[in-house]
């Protein structure tokens, strides 16, 4: 499925006075959501990491039983102007082939939460070892620890609780 131009979606970026922001536009911009089915639908500097270039991507994986034997259905990666959701089911092999550069680069940080999952999923399906990878469910255990407050490795902290909790995120 194509479409001529992309979805659009309003993304608030938080702000918490009280009163609104004086520039109320660029907190509820427009950004577009793009479907990719090929590679070249995806940026160049995404596709060609380079060291003169280096990008920080949200990033994450949805699918069924999503690891070593699950499918990866849909990758998601969030920039600073656009959202790419990559169709791992219509775009295949040859689709995580061109990803592989930019998700084994050490010059694009790529921000997730949780990434064991979609990790094992990666290399076991496309040969992806990710690099460069900043775990938010890490960083809060890290932090947590330091501070004194460990927090069970049984029951590590989900991303909507991170987001709401107003020492780091609470946004919601």
């Not at 034997?69 to 656009?82: E, K, N, P, R, V």
């Not at 550069?101 to 990710?130: M, N, Q, W």
Request: charged fraction near 20%; proline fraction near 5%.
């Amino acid at each position: 499925m194509v479409f001529a131009t992309p979805y659009q979606t309003y993304i608030p970026l938080p702000f918490d006075s009280g009163e609104e922001h004086k520039d109320h536009e660029a907190v509820l911009s427009m950004v577009p959501i793009h479907i990719v089915t090929h590679a070249s639908q995806l940026p160049k500097e995404f596709l060609f990491p380079s060291s003169k270039t280096h990008l920080i991507v949200g990033f994450d994986c949805e699918g069924v039983q999503l690891c070593h034997y699950g499918t990866l259905c849909i990758m998601q990666l969030a920039f600073l102007d656009a959202i790419y959701l990559v169709d791992v089911i219509q775009g295949g092999e040859k689709l995580m082939k061109a990803c592989k550069p930019a998700l084994e680069s050490s010059f694009i940080t790529k921000v997730i939460h949780d990434c064991k999952r979609d990790s094992e999923a990666l290399y076991f399906h496309f040969g992806i070892k990710l690099h460069n990878v900043m775990d938010t469910q890490i960083a809060y255990s890290l932090i947590e620890t330091q501070r004194g407050r460990r927090r069970s490795s049984d029951n590590p902290i989900s991303f909507i609780a991170l987001l709401a909790d107003p020492n780091y995120c609470g946004t919601i």
